[in-house]
């Protein structure tokens, strides 16, 4: 049997894989964090239906979990690639979890035992919640195994954790190994569909916002996890006791700026945070909701008939690009010029949220060098033809879906997932005729 | 028209997407008929924009929050000295702006002060003269060399200087206005022309390194001098430098509570903001506290861009005086600065509106001088 490697397993490497596993071919689906899910499982609702995000997400994870076709290589990186189109050769590394997952029935009394308990900023609540060094990013992760953060934990830091690990005393199922070491696992493929997915762009870049000086202000993803009801906060929107009732939301932080070098738009913040302004109009119904734009575009299926409704919630739209946040006693203020009015204006708020864009992941130009990838002038990965090959890559064999390749939402993730797919079982079927025997 | 033409190229106005980014934080749009997105909007449309009888032109400090905020890399405070230009051309300029360009064609500098006193203010401090041979310049600046307050700087940079062995020498009565300003109000003529004899009078001295009292002198020199090829520093730049190699050994103890301004020229142009609080903070007994509108959000103080010449369309409310608010927020009885237009505004200010028995306004300079 043919196989294809995926790498990264959001939305669009989950998508790719069930579509290859289902075709009959083989997938090998590498994430690099304990779980799958990506960015998604962080979401809230979704624009612009407003279905829950993991209520959508989730049965897929389990789909991928569960799928014989699919081989889930978590917590793994991929370190080499050597070969063609129809035979790479690709060694994965395979991070020491410390946990042995044949053995973890993912009870939770590692985590609920673990010294650091709440003690370690939660990747998945963005420093928004806590977890200990023995942990699940959340509750609904697949595979429903435990991971030791060896950069924190205290056994694999200093050797010594206490009298004896309280991890290890708890675990009825004698899962804990502290001497995991990494595992190179070789593998070979007829092709690879990277879908490493993006960064969210970091505020600080823009510091006339405050961001990381002022608590009451938070970027688009932050309030995804404080809005969601698996949340820091369950769902309820607050960061402390204070009441909130005057939201401002900043649109283009770090989009459609040439000064940071992200000259793109990134396509989703429009309609994200037209649906946060919808979820605050709805858990906040007192609260006063402003909307700062510079252009408002709502150009997908559903998004202009989304904004009409947004905006008929009562949200002010205001047309502006603020220019600073500052403090005047207990509150924020936000100064910009209603471009409308042609009047430089002041809102005074509790919580101002910032869309921020989203950017190229760090390790872009590692992993393009890794493949042999070219990137686009917005740093990210390049299509071998901007209209007619927008998902193959220069590499024969080697195909992109989702963010990796440009900004873009979920359905066209998951409709360049299926095309990517689509185009590595070409080149399964070819190698299939004259296969030769493969590990997996 | 062709100048305007040029203007709309030279300042990238087509890349404008009148977000309004530049407006929402102009210091003065708040208080002022100047709204720079829609004058960019309308040079855009006209392609020409008479700028006669636009008397808010002059209210713009040209701090340059809107350019280092523009996402589109528009520059619009140089937009703002293009069409300055257009009238000092045409002879329509605030008449106190007009005196001290006289002045500085006549004397080299904006104050009307003769060019043979300029180094009174050195006196008996034992300077050397450039001429005698030095590693740095020190670049004293008019306003340092003329006004009584301002001479208080320059005299404790010396002292500065001194103690920590450094070879300077200055121009003395050779030295002439830098010429920021003089940029900034749109005279380019001058400005090009005292541009070369500077650099002649650099050169003739073999200067290597150009220590400068002001933000607004190292601005230019730094950015705005074809082709100078010396070392330019501020003396912040230059006195944390020494701090950290352990050539200025304190002798004293400071027990004050001191807060910082940051200068536009210094901070938000230049991206210098560590270099004057490491020197602070290094001043034994100091408690040094943060305003909440502190580096990049810094407030300007309505000095520079010919501010210092020229009172603006409207006088009454003044940035200065509110930034006090905030100074006696944070518990601060020193307000230290690292400019001379900024010390001169806020000393102002401070008299103006009753802080100065509170607050006590000090260049980094004079603090430094207190304890070595």
Request: include cysteine; aromatic fraction near 8%.
């Given at each position: 049997?043919?196989?294809?490697?995926?790498?990264?397993?959001?939305?669009?490497?989950?998508?790719?894989?069930?579509d290859?596993?289902?075709?009959?071919?083989?997938?090998?689906?590498?994430?690099?964090?304990?779980?799958?899910?990506?960015?998604?499982?962080q979401?809230?609702?979704?624009?612009?239906?407003?279905d829950?995000?993991?209520?959508?997400?989730?049965?897929?994870?389990?789909?991928?979990?569960?799928?014989?076709?699919?081989?889930?290589?978590?917590?793994?990186?991929?370190?080499?690639?050597?070969?063609?189109?129809?035979?790479?050769?690709?060694?994965?590394?395979?991070?020491?979890?410390?946990?042995?997952?044949?053995?973890?029935?993912?009870?939770?009394?590692?985590?609920?035992?673990?010294?650091?308990r709440?003690?370690?900023?939660?990747?998945f609540?963005?420093?928004?919640?806590?977890?200990?060094?023995?942990?699940?990013?959340?509750?609904?992760?697949?595979?429903?195994?435990?991971?030791i953060?060896?950069?924190?934990?205290?056994?694999?830091?200093?050797?010594?954790?206490?009298?004896?690990?309280?991890?290890?005393?708890?675990?009825?199922?004698?899962?804990?190994?502290?001497?995991?070491?990494?595992e190179?696992?070789?593998?070979?493929?007829a092709?690879?569909?990277?879908?490493?997915?993006?960064?969210?762009?970091?505020?600080?870049?823009?510091?006339?916002?405050?961001?990381?000086?002022?608590?009451?202000?938070?970027?688009?993803?932050q309030?995804?996890?404080?809005?969601?009801?698996?949340?820091?906060?369950?769902?309820?929107?607050?960061?402390?006791?204070?009441?909130i009732?005057?939201?401002?939301?900043?649109?283009?932080?770090?989009?459609?700026?040439?000064?940071?070098?992200?000259?793109?738009?990134?396509?989703?913040?429009?309609?994200?945070?037209?649906?946060?302004?919808?979820?605050?109009?709805?858990?906040?119904?007192?609260?006063?909701?402003?909307?700062?734009?510079?252009?408002?575009?709502?150009?997908?299926?559903?998004?202009?008939?989304?904004?009409?409704?947004?905006?008929?919630?009562?949200?002010?739209?205001?047309?502006?690009?603020?220019?600073?946040?500052?403090?005047?006693?207990?509150?924020?203020?936000?100064?910009?010029?209603?471009?409308?009015?042609?009047?430089?204006?002041?809102?005074?708020?509790?919580?101002?949220?910032?869309?921020?864009?989203?950017?190229?992941?760090?390790?872009?130009?590692?992993?393009?060098?890794?493949?042999?990838?070219?990137?686009?002038?917005?740093?990210?990965?390049?299509?071998?033809?901007?209209?007619?090959?927008?998902?193959?890559?220069?590499?024969?064999?080697?195909?992109?879906?989702?963010?990796?390749?440009?900004?873009?939402?979920?359905?066209?993730?998951?409709?360049?997932a299926?095309?990517?797919?689509?185009?590595?079982?070409?080149?399964?079927?070819r190698?299939?005729?004259?296969?030769?025997?493969?590990?997996? | 028209?062709?100048?305007?033409?040029?203007?709309?190229?030279?300042?990238?106005?087509?890349?404008?997407?009148?977000?309004?980014?530049?407006?929402?934080?102009?210091?003065?749009?708040?208080?002022?008929?100047?709204?720079?997105?829609?004058?960019?909007?309308?040079?855009?449309?006209?392609?020409?924009?008479?700028p006669?009888?636009?008397?808010?032109?002059?209210?713009?400090?040209?701090?340059?929050?809107?350019?280092?905020?523009?996402?589109?890399?528009?520059?619009?405070?140089?937009?703002?000295?293009?069409?300055?230009?257009?009238?000092?051309?045409?002879?329509?300029?605030p008449?106190?702006?007009?005196?001290?360009?006289?002045?500085?064609?006549?004397?080299?500098?904006?104050?009307?002060?003769?060019?043979?006193?300029?180094?009174?203010?050195?006196?008996?401090l034992?300077?050397?003269n450039?001429?005698?041979?030095?590693?740095?310049?020190y670049?004293?600046?008019?306003?340092?060399?003329?006004?009584?307050?301002?001479?208080?700087?320059?005299?404790a940079?010396?002292?500065?200087?001194?103690?920590?062995?450094?070879?300077?020498?200055?121009?003395?009565?050779?030295?002439?206005?830098?010429?920021?300003?003089?940029?900034?109000?749109?005279?380019?003529?001058?400005?090009e022309?005292?541009?070369?004899?500077?650099?002649?009078?650099?050169?003739?001295?073999?200067?290597?390194?150009?220590?400068?009292?002001?933000?607004?002198c190292?601005?230019?020199?730094?950015?705005e001098?074809?082709?100078?090829?010396?070392?330019?520093?501020?003396?912040?730049?230059?006195?944390?430098?020494?701090?950290?190699?352990?050539?200025?050994?304190?002798?004293?103890?400071?027990?004050?509570?001191?807060?910082?301004?940051?200068?536009?020229?210094?901070?938000?142009?230049?991206?210098?903001?560590?270099?004057?609080?490491?020197?602070?903070q290094?001043?034994?007994?100091?408690?040094?506290?943060?305003?909440?509108?502190?580096r990049?959000?810094?407030?300007?103080?309505?000095g520079?861009?010919?501010?210092?010449?020229?009172?603006?369309?409207?006088?009454?409310?003044?940035?200065?005086?509110?930034?006090?608010?905030?100074?006696?927020?944070?518990?601060?009885?020193?307000?230290?600065?690292?400019?001379?237009?900024?010390?001169?505004?806020?000393?102002?200010?401070?008299?103006?509106?009753?802080?100065?028995?509170?607050v006590?306004?000090?260049?980094?300079?004079?603090?430094?001088?207190?304890?070595?």
């Amino acid at each position: 049997m043919s196989a294809t490697l995926i790498i990264g397993a959001g939305i669009a490497g989950m998508q790719a894989a069930l579509d290859i596993a289902d075709a009959g071919f083989k997938a090998y689906l590498v994430e690099k964090d304990p779980s799958i899910g990506g960015r998604m499982a962080q979401l809230d609702e979704t624009f612009p239906t407003l279905d829950c995000s993991s209520c959508i997400l989730t049965p897929k994870m389990v789909s991928v979990g569960g799928h014989s076709n699919i081989e889930l290589l978590t917590y793994s990186e991929v370190a080499e690639v050597e070969g063609v189109a129809g035979r790479f050769r690709v060694k994965v590394r395979k991070k020491p979890r410390y946990i042995d997952t044949d053995k973890c029935t993912g009870c939770g009394l590692c985590a609920e035992n673990c010294r650091l308990r709440d003690r370690i900023d939660s990747e998945f609540n963005v420093q928004m919640g806590k977890r200990g060094a023995a942990y699940l990013p959340f509750p609904q992760a697949v595979p429903m195994k435990y991971t030791i953060d060896g950069d924190h934990c205290l056994m694999i830091q200093r050797g010594k954790c206490g009298k004896s690990p309280p991890c290890q005393d708890a675990c009825p199922a004698g899962a804990i190994d502290f001497q995991q070491q990494e595992e190179i696992l070789d593998l070979e493929v007829a092709s690879i569909i990277v879908a490493t997915g993006f960064d969210p762009f970091n505020p600080l870049l823009k510091p006339e916002y405050g961001y990381g000086i002022y608590d009451k202000v938070i970027t688009g993803l932050q309030f995804e996890r404080l809005s969601s009801a698996s949340g820091p906060t369950y769902g309820e929107i607050k960061l402390d006791d204070k009441e909130i009732n005057d939201v401002v939301f900043i649109q283009c932080v770090g989009s459609r700026d040439r000064h940071l070098g992200n000259a793109y738009c990134s396509r989703v913040c429009c309609m994200y945070t037209a649906k946060h302004a919808h979820l605050v109009r709805e858990k906040l119904p007192g609260a006063k909701v402003t909307v700062f734009y510079i252009d408002i575009r709502a150009f997908g299926k559903g998004f202009e008939e989304f904004y009409d409704r947004v905006r008929e919630n009562h949200v002010h739209y205001r047309r502006g690009n603020p220019s600073e946040i500052v403090k005047r006693g207990d509150r924020l203020v936000v100064k910009a010029e209603d471009t409308l009015l042609g009047q430089p204006v002041e809102v005074e708020a509790d919580l101002v949220v910032l869309a921020v864009g989203l950017v190229p992941r760090e390790d872009t130009e590692a992993m393009a060098r890794l493949l042999g990838l070219t990137r686009s002038e917005d740093g990210f990965l390049e299509e071998a033809h901007p209209k007619l090959r927008p998902t193959e890559t220069g590499i024969e064999g080697i195909y992109m879906a989702g963010c990796c390749q440009g900004p873009k939402d979920i359905p066209d993730t998951v409709a360049q997932a299926k095309a990517a797919a689509a185009s590595a079982m070409i080149v399964m079927s070819r190698s299939s005729s004259k296969a030769t025997s493969h590990q997996g | 028209m062709e100048a305007e033409q040029d203007l709309l190229e030279r300042c990238d106005l087509w890349a404008c997407i009148q977000c309004g980014k530049c407006t929402g934080g102009c210091p003065v749009s708040f208080k002022t008929t100047l709204n720079i997105r829609r004058l960019v909007y309308q040079v855009l449309l006209d392609g020409q924009l008479s700028p006669e009888g636009m008397e808010e032109l002059w209210d713009c400090t040209t701090c340059g929050t809107c350019v280092l905020r523009c996402p589109k890399e528009v520059e619009p405070s140089e937009l703002i000295i293009g069409l300055r230009t257009i009238l000092v051309d045409g002879g329509v300029i605030p008449p106190t702006i007009r005196d001290a360009l006289t002045s500085v064609f006549r004397y080299g500098n904006p104050s009307l002060m003769p060019p043979d006193e300029r180094a009174d203010w050195a006196e008996g401090l034992e300077v050397k003269n450039i001429a005698e041979g030095a590693e740095t310049l020190y670049f004293v600046g008019c306003i340092p060399s003329y006004d009584d307050r301002a001479q208080r700087i320059a005299k404790a940079l010396v002292k500065v200087f001194q103690k920590a062995n450094v070879d300077f020498g200055i121009l003395g009565v050779d030295e002439k206005c830098c010429c920021n300003e003089v940029r900034r109000v749109g005279e380019e003529g001058l400005f090009e022309y005292m541009v070369e004899e500077q650099q002649e009078l650099f050169s003739t001295h073999h200067v290597k390194h150009i220590v400068t009292t002001s933000p607004h002198c190292y601005n230019t020199f730094k950015n705005e001098y074809p082709g100078l090829d010396v070392k330019v520093q501020h003396y912040t730049q230059f006195v944390a430098e020494l701090i950290e190699q352990g050539r200025l050994p304190f002798t004293g103890e400071l027990e004050q509570v001191v807060t910082y301004h940051d200068p536009c020229f210094l901070g938000k142009q230049n991206g210098i903001f560590d270099e004057p609080r490491s020197i602070i903070q290094s001043i034994p007994g100091v408690d040094f506290r943060e305003m909440d509108r502190i580096r990049d959000r810094s407030l300007c103080c309505e000095g520079g861009g010919g501010r210092m010449w020229c009172e603006g369309t409207n006088p009454e409310e003044r940035l200065a005086t509110s930034r006090f608010e905030e100074v006696l927020s944070v518990g601060a009885d020193v307000l230290a600065v690292a400019c001379p237009f900024c010390l001169l505004t806020f000393e102002l200010a401070a008299k103006a509106g009753g802080y100065d028995e509170k607050v006590q306004v000090l260049d980094i300079t004079e603090l430094l001088a207190r304890v070595i």
